[in-house]
């Protein structure tokens, strides 16, 4: 259709038809079996008449399903209009991907990019059109337990791996490529920044904090083309993001220039009253729709004030108009007036739907999230070594993690199902291990078989639903009974090695005695197949973290890029008065950008070719040497300082980074441009611009361990 048959559709439209179009109800409203119509999830009170006209849906799945409601719902609306099938496909849609902040850990934008048209496909055959992905909140609170959703602590890294997810959702032809789905950027926002880690809380932000940290990965994918927004449910410096005018009018609409569909999230608009900014839905409607919210998933404060509000010249019909026009456009750019069922194929869908090259592609980027955090000498394995495979996620295939929607644990493959066909001497247990209580007989036999073993891997980790919404953690150590169990297994045997399966960072410090530690997050429907060959070294682990470990929760909110302070400890670590703790250190366990691999690799020769200028870009090399017998993909990171500005500037800030492949002996020499636009920060008229002085230029293969020059931005 065209722009201004949109605009004629709008006018043939009811007031009701209009206000009914914001709505947006889950799969429950359209389904043909009675006792999911009749559930608490399908009754908002509504009439049957509000049901048909209702613009959109989440949550319906499955070809035939999808086709079926699409034909049902054009049927009931008297002008044709279709509506737009939504869902959560956060990390795969039925092949399910390593959870995003495992992603974060791969570094790797065309890796990613993969996972987003991987499940893009397998969602748009099964009969989406619009995912609630890629979630850019950046994260610094373990606690809180969405930072599985996330792709870390970085606004570099998440900007970067936002374009790539946007880019595989929607391709570069939306409308005809009827493999693709738009793509919706959420949560905006700052919702990672929720007060104590605790889910839902408020959310308190300096602009410039906001600016710097916050905005720039949705920025990104909004750049991308992301097609929706969606509201986070905080407040943010008082004022609740889903009525937010500055946040969504000022900031995403006039200076970000997006014109795209704002949903709220599941409520965010009713919650406006919980948040005390609304007397009732009556105001709540009016806060959300003056603030530019088009659509209203799962609450009537629309269909029930919006007719009155603009009936009574509160809210100007202008608003309403716009916000119609906005979700018909979002339907019109998805060609469903043409295609009203785009690629939905029950035929395709059998054939497409967790295929064996989809398989591939999620092992692929399982092996690349993995992050070895540790390992005294004892990895990799090799087949021939007496190996014990114990502990409670040795054979748990509850290794999907939280968003995983269509994915079957059923199908996942375990870690004990990965490294049968590595190992020629894997002595497994056979007692059931719970993660929280484990029976007297399974440790009995834990024990037994780790006696026996020349080393022991140990499968530890949390269940999956210890992450993800509304599941912030105040203790992120790994359950009481696995420290025990532990605790228990060095008495019989020293050699062992953790593996850990998390939804966060977590508190390992119980583990300190662990001769190797593998990070291997939740890792998806291949997950077991990507750690045993990490473990048993047919893959070089390359992982390199996105999101720092703290020593302990109390160091909290911990990440790299933080402010020197006026006391800084480094320069005086003896002195009593300086910013430090009494009972532990100011740094990560183990630092955002960090991982080992099972090489060596040599940085030497950073060298930058002139000063920088804002005509003349810098150059700044390093070479980089693989001094061990196995080849390795080495991921070199390139941090600044900027030592004197108006206002405070971190330690250091990822500006660049390369993922690097090293044969055996082999020397590289790794370059990045460093434009002056790169060292732009929000000054305080909260306005982008550099200053020119002296800054410090780091590299290295995480953010701690670094090589360090200088050189100066100049007129
Ligand atoms: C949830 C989440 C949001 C998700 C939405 C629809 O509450 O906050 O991320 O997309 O509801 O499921």
Redesign the pocket.
Known sequence: MKQEQLQNLVEQMTLEEKIDQLLQLAAAFYSDKAEEKTGPMSDLGLTQETINQAGTT?GVSGAKEAIRVQKEYMANNRLHIPTILMA?IIHGFRTIFPIPLALGCTWDAAAVEKMAAVSAKEAAVSGLHVT?SP?VDLVRDPRWGRVMESTGEDPFLNSQLAQAMVLGYQGTDLKNDLSRVAACV??FAAYGAALSGRDYNSVDLSEQQLREQYLPGYRAALEAGAKLV?TS?NSLNGVPATGNKWLFRDILRKEFGFDGVVIS??GAIQELIAHGVAKDKKQAAQLAIEAGVDIE?MTTCYTDYLAELIQEGTVDEQLLDEAVLRILTLKNDLGLFENPHRGANVEEEARVIFSEEHQQAAKDLATKAIVLLKNEAILPLKSEENVALIGPAAASQDILGAWSWQGQKTEAISLAEGAKNLSSSLLLGKEPFDYFAPSEAAIKEALALAEKADKVILALGETSEMSG?AASRSDIRLPEAQIQLFQALQQVNKEIIVTVYNGRPLDLSDFNQAKAIVEAWFPGSQGGHALAEILWGNSNPSGRLSMSFPETVGQVPIYYNVENTGRPYESAPDEKYVSKYLDTSNYAKYPFGFGLTYSQVDYTELVINQSLTSATPLTASVKVKNTSSLPVVETVQFYIRDLVAERVRPIKELKAFEKVSLAPGEEKTVSCELNEADLRYVHIDNQWRSDTGDFQLMVGPNSRDLLTTTFQLIE
Do not use: A, C, Q, T
């Open positions: 989440l959560d609630f979630m959420k949560h969606m449910f999230d599941w998933m919404e």
